[in-house]
Nanobody, 113 residues
Framework: VQLVESGGGLVQPGGSLRLSCAAS????????MIWYRQAPGKERELVAA????????NYADSVKGRFTISRDNAKNTVYLQMNSLKPEDTAVYYC???????WGQGTQVTVSS
């Protein structure tokens, strides 16, 4: 299993970013996909999850209404559209496919003026 996150960067409060996670090594369309994040000094937390066909998504309360998870099974890629970003969204963002233990390198998101 290989997961490669990209799309992070420095953005001002209120701005937007779209993260991507390219997956390989398993049948992507058969599995839920999850985005996590880890802020400095804090534990990793679940941000959003999506079912294999993309019909159902769930979000942490802290990002509901601002973030949207989606997937393209033809491209083996899951996305996280992040709008109305806040400084507290600053973290390294990771994707994961349960039940596999693999983690990618993550992508840094910094929200600061």
């Amino acid at each position: 299993v290989q997961l490669v996150e990209s799309g992070g960067g420095l953005v001002q409060p209120g701005g937007s970013l779209r993260l991507s996670c390219a997956a390989s090594g398993f049948t992507f369309s058969n599995y839920n996909m999850i985005w996590y994040r880890q802020a400095p000094g804090k534990e990793r937390e679940l941000v959003a999850a999506i079912t294999p066909a993309g019909g159902t998504a769930n979000y942490a309360d802290s990002v509901k209404g601002r973030f949207t998870i989606s997937r393209d099974n033809a491209k083996n890629t899951v996305y996280l559209q992040m709008n109305s970003l806040k400084p507290e969204d600053t973290a390294v963002y990771y994707c994961k496919v349960p039940p596999f233990d693999s983690w990618g390198q993550g992508t840094q998101v910094t929200v600061s003026s």
